[in-house]
T-cell receptor, first 116, second 112 residues
Framework: GAVVSQHPSWVICKSGTSVKIECRSLDFQATTMFWYRQFPKQSLMLMATSNEGSKATYEQGVEKDKFLINHASLTLSTLTVTSAHPEDSSFYIC????????????FGPGTRLLVL | GENVEQHPSTLSVQEGDSAVIKCTYSDSASNYFPWYKQELGKRPQLIIDIRSNVGEKKDQRIAVTLNKTAKHFSLHITETQPEDSAVYFCAASMGGGNKLTFGTGTQLKVEL
């Protein structure tokens, strides 16, 4: 149980285009999902907390107009990187918490984004 | 906000030896401390966690200790094996579904 999937697993795009990443909880409902960014050999940096049916809460320094988050259902959250630039190239990982299983956050497999 | 420091950044041990990774946190309101293992290019996997009402927790070769007064918590891996080689992250949270703040990670290498 408590499986989180992400799609796509990797994406290459041209500078200026937008990229949408999906995060799904496959066997549980998640009222809250989290989006992280991880640069090579660095830690996971929280970008935003995604709440089902309401606006996401962004961490300081994260541009909410550039990283659009939508959490329209209890099993799906999406992150859209708008007008992507090479500096947005990174590993994007989501996590979700199954409230019936306590505090544990389960991570998706991540999406590797390369902006050319 | 919460700040989590983690040491060492790299750790090399011989197979069969023990490994210890230490973290400190700043927010006394934090009460949930998980440890994640991340292999290269893969998702972080929870290996053990501890809540602030417990001082120690053990799961086979892995144990975590927590000192609330000093705001320290540590991961102990005994009888290390090559498959333990990975990056380990500690994290802290106020619980209740609140966000995790991660440490900077420790690259553990278990040598034959």
């Amino acid at each position: 149980g408590a499986v989180v999937s992400q799609h796509p697993s990797w994406v290459i795009c041209k500078s200026g285009t937008s990229v949408k990443i999906e995060c799904r909880s496959l066997d549980f409902q998640a009222t809250t999902m989290f989006w992280y960014r991880q640069f090579p050999k660095q830690s996971l940096m929280l970008m935003a907390t995604s709440n089902e049916g309401s606006k996401a809460t962004y961490e300081q320094g994260v541009e909410k107009d550039k990283f659009l988050i939508n959490h329209a259902s209890l099993t799906l959250s999406t992150l859209t990187v708008t007008s992507a630039h090479p500096e947005d190239s990174s590993f994007y990982i989501c996590s979700a918490r199954d409230t019936t299983l306590g505090e544990t956050q389960y991570f998706g497999p991540g999406t590797r984004l390369l902006v050319l | 906000g919460e700040n989590v420091e983690q040491h060492p950044s790299t750790l090399s041990v011989q197979e069969g030896d023990s490994a210890v990774i230490k973290c400190t946190y700043s927010d006394s309101a934090s009460n949930y401390f998980p440890w994640y293992k991340q292999e290269l290019g893969k998702r972080p996997q929870l290996i053990i966690d501890i809540r602030s009402n417990v001082g120690e927790k053990k799961d086979q070769r892995i144990a975590v200790t927590l000192n609330k007064t000093a705001k320290h918590f540590s991961l102990h891996i005994t009888e290390t094996q090559p498959e333990d080689s990975a990056v380990y992250f500690c994290a802290a949270s106020m619980g209740g579904g609140n966000k995790l703040t991660f440490g900077t990670g420790t690259q553990l290498k278990v040598e034959l």
